[in-house]
């Protein structure tokens, strides 16, 4: 059974940096797309970036475009969401997902074609 464990949220001043991380168990990243999610307070859980471990492809979509990379290593089963200018409507909690059956389009991550989560990481924005 795959298990994933986010970590390295925290508190980060507008226009800042923050690196999440997302460790993948029991099973390798070979096989597997991984997702990226945030869900705030009263709104929906929102995609905002998957990537193919396969070949390596990968999307970001919507506010975060532009702003948010994700990266692998293949190596230590870990996913990265590198957060670069972050804004006054990134705080959520951040979620990755993986299922063994998706593969990551241009539309960006659908959270009902997840089967395993994370219990997610807080990002809070504060100057």
């Known amino acids: 059974q795959v298990q994933l464990v986010e970590s390295g949220g925290g508190l980060v001043q507008p226009g800042g940096s923050l690196r999440l991380s997302c460790a993948v168990s029991?099973?390798?990243?070979?096989?597997?797309?991984i997702g990226w999610f945030r869900q705030a307070p009263g709104k929906e859980r929102e995609g905002i970036s998957c990537?193919?471990?396969?070949?390596?492809?990968?999307t970001v979509v919507g506010s975060v475009k532009g702003r948010f990379t994700i990266s692998r290593d293949k190596g230590k089963n870990v996913i990265y969401l590198q957060m670069n200018n972050v804004k006054p409507e990134d705080p959520a909690v951040y979620y990755c997902?993986?299922?063994?059956?998706?593969?990551?389009?241009?539309?960006?991550?659908?959270?009902?074609?997840?089967?395993?989560w994370g219990i997610g990481t807080q990002v809070t924005v504060s100057s």
């Open positions: 997902a993986t299922d063994p059956d998706y593969y990551c389009s241009d539309d960006g991550p659908d959270a009902t074609d997840f089967t395993s």
């Open positions: 029991g099973s390798t990243l070979s096989f597997h797309a």
């Open positions: 990537i193919n471990s396969s070949d390596g492809s990968a």
